[in-house]
């Protein structure tokens, strides 16, 4: 079932919009722990494939110490691009970039790996694997500079 929520563009930046959402607070101390914060906020567009805290409440704890360690920041950094693309995709685009791609689309991140979406039933699935599957859970949420779509699970990577 598609969830469409589509926020007004009050947001400056897709770090205002993840601010105000109750559910990146985690996502938030990956990218300024990434040295992410003041380029996210810059001129853009920015599309983030946004982790949820629930998403990242399923990752050890010592996995995401390790990540948020600032002797790790290379380590951090090319994942956390891993989930932004360069431009601004909203829903309705990755709905018709699917259709026309006769069931999937692929997105290049800022890190050069590969995001793959597909359709189940009514539902987009992003993936970077063959294995692991997270839904697009609430889409839209706008900035002046992006959109963020959150997704419940963390991929590849952490």
Do not use: W
């Amino acid at each position: 079932m598609f969830f469409f929520c589509s926020t007004a563009i009050a947001q400056k930046s897709v770090i205002d919009a993840a601010l105000k959402s109750k559910d990146h607070s985690e996502l938030l101390k990956f990218i300024k722990s990434a040295g992410l914060l003041e380029m996210l906020r810059g001129a853009g567009p920015f599309t983030i494939f946004a982790p949820t805290n629930d998403a990242f409440n399923k990752i050890a704890s010592s996995k995401k110490e390790y990540l948020l360690n600032p002797e790790n920041k290379k380590v951090l950094t090319p994942v956390i691009l891993s989930y932004i693309i360069a431009g601004n995709v909203e829903f309705s685009s990755i709905l018709k970039a699917i259709k026309d791609g006769n069931g999937k689309t692929v997105f290049k991140t800022m890190n050069g790996t590969f995001l793959t979406a597909t359709l189940k039933g009514d539902q987009v699935l992003l993936s970077d694997s063959d294995t692991l599957f997270a839904s697009v859970s609430v889409t839209d949420l706008k900035a002046g500079n992006g959109v963020l779509h959150p997704i419940d699970i963390v991929l590849s990577g952490f």
